[in-house]
């Protein structure tokens, strides 16, 4: 069946450096990567997502990048401020279909 | 506008009790879901409609039974609780289009003990 792939599972970094997530998909009809960011305590919510025909997006700090050949897709966080600190989960979604596959999550924790 | 609604936000049940969970959007979506978030797993599907009438099972249905009441609310109900239930308890709704943004609710954490 469908399955996300998500790694590292926890991920620390110094205030400033830059954090990358990647995430494996199965289906190679997935069309649709979007992104969650989880704070402590709190709901996921959208923070960016990409679809099949476009390469990158960026939007401010964070990019995306979406290989399909490889059915690879990754977050890339530059300049880390500790309120970056939260769960990451990525996610796949096929065309004509209601349902997100979502990654297990990346506890990504900023130092000062 | 007050998004996905969820309640209870805490329960705790004893082995065997019964429970139904509440969700209702105000945002006019279509499609409403119900995941379980559990340490390492991430969030797990476990039942969805696609529209007012409808219901699919997800990943991990079983011991679940939902309710699309009307295109507003999605109830999720357990009928025999067991520990293994124990989760934060998540609704979602998704607006329509070519993107499968969902908005989810605050969260329901529940303790069967």
């Known amino acids: 069946g469908e399955n996300v792939e998500q790694h590292p599972s926890t991920l620390s970094v110094q205030e400033g450096d830059s954090a990358v997530i990647k995430c494996t998909y199965s289906d190679s009809a997935s069309n649709y990567f979007p992104w969650y960011k989880q704070e402590l305590g709190k709901r996921p919510q959208l923070i960016i997502d990409?679809?099949?025909?476009?390469g990158e997006k960026k939007d401010q700090r964070i990019a995306v990048t979406l290989n399909k050949t490889a059915k690879h897709f990754s977050l890339h966080i530059t300049e880390t401020q500790p309120e970056d600190s939260a769960v990451y989960f990525c996610?796949?979604?096929?065309?004509?279909?209601?349902?997100?596959?979502f990654g297990t999550g990346t506890r990504l924790q900023v130092f000062p | 506008n007050a998004g996905v609604t969820q309640t209870p936000k805490f329960q705790v049940l004893k082995t065997g009790q019964s429970m139904t969970l509440q969700c209702a959007q105000d945002?006019?979506?279509?499609?409403m879901y119900w995941y379980r978030q559990d340490p390492g797993m991430g969030l797990r599907l476990i039942y969805y409609?696609?529209?007012?009438?409808?219901?699919d099972k997800g990943e991990v249905p079983n011991g679940y039974n939902v309710s699309r009441l009307n295109k507003r609310e999605f109830s999720l109900r357990l009928e025999s609780a067991a520990p293994s239930q124990t989760s934060v308890y998540f609704c979602a709704s998704r607006r329509g289009g070519s993107k499968n943004i969902q908005y989810f609710g605050a969260g329901t954490r529940l303790s069967v003990l």
């Open positions: 990409i679809r099949s025909n476009v």
């Open positions: 409609s696609a529209s007012e009438g409808t219901t």
């Open positions: 996610a796949a979604s096929r065309r004509g279909t209601d349902k997100l596959i």
């Open positions: 945002m006019n979506h279509n499609s």
